[in-house]
C-alpha cells in the first residue's frame, strides 16, 4: 500500500510539471506569435517600447538565473550589462570593430569582468556578497566618468554602427534575441545543472554534503549570466546608439531589473521577460502623470510582492498554490 | 591648516555617518532585516524638519523633522517589513531577499512621493545655531561643531541606554541572541517593534543634522542608504563600535580625497578600501558572522 502510495503520488507529480511544462509551452507559443505579428500592427513608437522591453527581458533573465537559481542577491546586474555595453561601444569606435564581432566581444568582456568580480565575491555570502556587487556598480561608473576622455563621461558616446534603422527590423532583432537566451537559459535552468544550482541557493552546505562542487556551479552560473547580460547591453547600444551611464550602468536600472524580475515571477526565468514587458509598458502608459509614475510602479510591484510573491508567473502557473 | 581643516570636517562627517548607520546595524542585529529604505527615512526627516520650519521655527521644525524619521521608520516596518515577516506564502528563507526587495520599492515609493509631495530639490535647514567658531585654528561653521556634539550625544544616550537601563538591555539582549531572549519570557515582537522606533529616531536626528550641514534632497535617498551599507558591513553587520570605526575610516577617506585630489572622486578610495576589506575580512572589522 505505501509503495503504491508513493508510486502514485511521484506519478502524479510527475504529471503534473508534465502539465505545468506544457502549458506554459503553448502559453509561451501563443504569446511569441502574438508578438511576431506586432510590427503588422503597431506604430513605431510602441515598437520602439517593445524593443527596450525585450532588451530589458534579457537583463531580467540572465539575472534570474543568478539570483533565483542560485540564490545570489547581484544588486549589481548593471556591472556585467555596462561592461559588456562598454567594451562593445568603444571597440566599435576605437578598433573599427562591427556590429556582431564587436557584440561578442562585448560579451566576452562581460564574461572576464564577471570572472573578475565573481573568483573573490563568491566567497562572500547574502548581503556581503549584495553590497559586493553594488559597489562594483559604484566603481564602474566612477571609472567610465574618471576617463571621460575616452568613455564620453556621464554625457556617453555615439557609436559609429547600429543595428539597423528600421524600427521593425530592429524589433525583430530584438526579439528573437530574447526568445533564444529565453529559450537557453530555461533549458539551463532545468537542466540537471539548474537543479543543482536551485539546491544549492536553497542550501548551500547540504548540496556540497552532497559532493556538489558548490563553487564551481555558482561560478558557472555567473559566466552564463555575464554572458546573456553582455550581449544584451551590446544589442542594446547598437540598438540605441549611443552608450551612457543613464542607459546602461545607473543605479535605476539595476533597479528595473530587479523589479522585473520580482514582478514577473522568481525562479522562472521568463517570468524576467513578463516582468520586464510589464514594467516598460507600465512606466510608459503612466508617462502623462510624471513624476508619480515611479511612485505607482513601485507601489503595484510591492503590491505584488506581498500578495502574491510568486510573481506574476508563479500565479499565472499555480493559481492557488500556497507555497 | 590643511591637515586641520580634514581633521574637523572629517570628525563632523563621520560622526554623521556613524549616527546614521548605528540605527541601520541595530535592526539589523535585532531583526535580521537589512533596510534599504533607510536613505528614505533620512530624507523624509529631513524634508519634514524644512517643512515645518517654513512655519514653525527651525528648533520645532527639527522636532517635527525626528519625529516623522520615527513616524516613518514604524510605517517601513508594520507596512513592508512584519507583512514578509510573518507571511504564510513566502519561505523562511527567502524572506531575507524578500524583504530587501521590499525595501528597496519601498525606497523608490519614498523618494518619488517625496519628490511630488514637496520637491525634488535639495534642500537646506537653517543651522540651529548661526556664526562661525575658530577652533584648532579652523574657522568652522559652529552648527557644524554643534553636529558633532549632538552626534556623539546621542551615541553616549544610546550607550548609557542599552547598558544601564531594563528596556535598553533587553534590547542588547536581542541583538545578541533573540531566541534565548524569547526563551526567557521577553516578549520579543515588541522589542522589536520598540527597535524599530529607537531606530528611526536615530535615523531622524541623522536626517535633520545632515539637512542642516549639506541639504538633503530626494535624489540623495540610494546614495544615503549605499553609504550606511558599506559602513555597517565595513564595520560588521550588528555592531555598534564595528559601525563607528567604519564610519570613521570611510568619512575621514572621503573628506580626505575631497581636500587634497578632488571632490568628483569623493567615494572612490573609501568604495576600494571596501571592497578590499570585504576580500580579506568578510565579515568586516568586528563582525560576529
Known amino acids: 500500500m505505501a509503495p503504491a502510495d508513493l508510486i502514485d503520488s511521484g506519478g502524479k507529480r510527475a504529471g503534473g510539471f508534465g502539465l505545468l511544462q506544457s502549458r506554459l509551452f503553448w502559453l509561451v507559443a501563443v504569446a511569441l506569435i502574438v508578438m511576431a505579428t506586432v510590427p503588422s500592427w503597431a506604430s513605431g513608437y ?92 559604484l566603481l564602474l561608473q566612477k571609472l567610465i566618468v574618471v576617463f571621460a576622455a575616452y ?27 530574447m ?14 545543472m539548474g537543479l543543482i544550482l536551485q539546491a544549492i541557493g536553497q542550501d548551500p552546505i547540504e548540496a556540497q554534503a552532497l559532493g556538489f562542487n558548490v563553487t564551481k556551479h555558482k561560478l558557472v552560473a555567473f559566466i552564463v549570466s555575464a ?61 502623462p502623470i510624471g513624476e508619480l509614475s515611479n511612485f505607482v510602479v513601485a507601489a503595484v510591484a510591492l503590491a505584488v510582492l506581498l500578495f502574491f510573491p510568486g510573481g506574476f508567473l508563479g500565479w499565472l502557473l499555480h493559481p492557488r498554490a500556497k507555497s | 591648516m590643511l591637515a586641520m581643516q580634514i581633521l574637523v570636517d572629517g570628525f563632523v562627517v563621520s560622526a554623521l555617518y556613524g549616527l546614521g548607520a548605528i540605527g541601520f546595524t541595530i535592526i539589523f542585529g535585532v531583526s535580521g532585516v537589512l533596510n534599504l529604505a533607510h536613505g528614505g527615512i533620512m530624507v523624509t526627516a529631513a524634508m519634514i524638519a524644512w517643512w515645518a520650519a517654513l512655519s514653525f521655527g527651525t528648533y520645532w521644525g527639527a522636532l517635527a523633522g525626528v519625529g516623522a524619521g520615527v513616524a516613518a521608520a514604524y510605517v517601513t516596518y508594520y507596512l513592508v517589513v512584519r507583512p514578509i515577516k510573518f507571511s504564510p506564502k513566502i519561505a523562511e528563507e ?41 577652533f584648532l585654528g579652523v574657522r568652522t561653521p559652529t552648527n557644524e561643531l554643534l553636529i558633532g556634539v549632538v552626534c556623539w550625544l546621542v551615541i553616549g544616550l544610546l550607550y548609557l541606554f542599552v547598558n544601564h537601563t531594563k528596556l535598553g538591555k533587553s534590547v542588547l539582549a536581542a541583538a545578541i541572541n533573540p531566541r534565548g531572549l524569547a526563551l526567557l519570557g521577553f516578549d520579543l515582537p515588541r522589542i522589536q517593534a520598540f527597535v524599530w522606533g529607537l531606530y528611526g529616531l536615530l535615523a531622524g536626528i541623522a536626517g535633520v543634522l545632515l539637512a542642516t550641514f549639506i541639504g538633503a534632497s530626494s535624489n540623495n535617498v540610494g546614495d544615503l542608504t549605499g553609504s550606511a551599507f558599506s559602513i555597517v558591513v565595513f564595520g560588521g553587520l550588528g555592531s555598534v563600535p564595528g559601525s563607528l570605526i567604519a564610519a570613521y575610516i570611510i568619512g575621514y577617506f572621503e573628506t580626505a580625497t575631497a581636500y587634497l585630489v578632488t571632490p568628483a572622486i569623493r567615494e572612490m578610495p573609501a568604495l576600494a578600501i571596501l571592497v578590499l576589506v570585504l576580500y580579506l575580512r568578510p565579515q568586516g572589522l568586528l563582525g560576529r558572522r
Do not use: C, H
Request: glycine residues 14%.
Open chain 1, 179 to 192: 526568445a533564444v537566451s529565453g529559450a537557453l537559459l530555461t533549458a539551463m535552468a532545468r537542466s540537471p
Open chain 1, 46 to 137: 510602441v515598437l520602439g517600447v517593445l524593443t527596450i522591453a525585450y532588451y530589458f527581458g534579457v537583463f531580467a533573465m540572465g539575472w534570474d538565473l543568478l539570483f533565483g537559481y542560485a540564490g545570489e542577491v547581484n544588486f549589481g546586474p548593471t556591472f556585467l550589462i555596462g561592461v559588456g555595453a562598454y567594451a562593445a561601444g568603444m571597440l566599435n569606435s576605437y578598433a573599427g570593430l562591427s556590429v556582431w564581432p564587436a557584440t561578442f566581444a562585448g560579451a566576452a568582456a562581460a564574461v572576464i569582468g564577471g570572472l573578475m568580480l565573481a573568483l573573490p565575491a563568491l566567497r562572500l555570502r547574502g548581503p556581503y556578497f549584495g553590497l559586493i556587487t553594488l559597489v562594483a556598480v
Open chain 2, 94 to 134: 527567502e524572506k531575507e531577499i524578500f524583504i530587501l526587495t521590499a525595501t528597496l520599492l519601498w525606497a523608490i515609493m519614498i523618494q518619488e512621493g517625496i519628490a511630488y509631495l514637496f520637491t525634488s530639490n535639495p534642500v537646506t535647514v537653517r543651522p540651529l545655531v548661526p556664526g562661525v567658531t575658530a
Open chain 1, 227 to 287: 554572458f546573456f547580460s553582455g550581449m544584451a547591453g551590446a544589442l542594446f547600444v547598437f540598438y540605441l546608439g549611443t552608450v551612457s551611464v543613464g542607459a546602461v550602468v545607473a543605479l535605476g536600472i539595476d533597479v528595473q531589473i530587479i523589479i522585473a524580475a520580482v514582478l514577473g515571477g522568481r525562479r522562472t526565468i521568463l517570468g524576467g521577460a513578463l516582468g520586464a514587458i510589464f514594467l516598460i509598458a507600465a512606466s510608459e502608459y503612466l508617462r
Open chain 1, 151 to 177: 568613455t564620453g563621461g556621464e554625457i556617453g558616446m555615439t557609436v559609429p554602427s547600429v543595428l539597423a534603422i528600421d524600427p521593425s527590423v530592429n524589433y525583430y532583432y530584438a526579439l528573437v534575441f
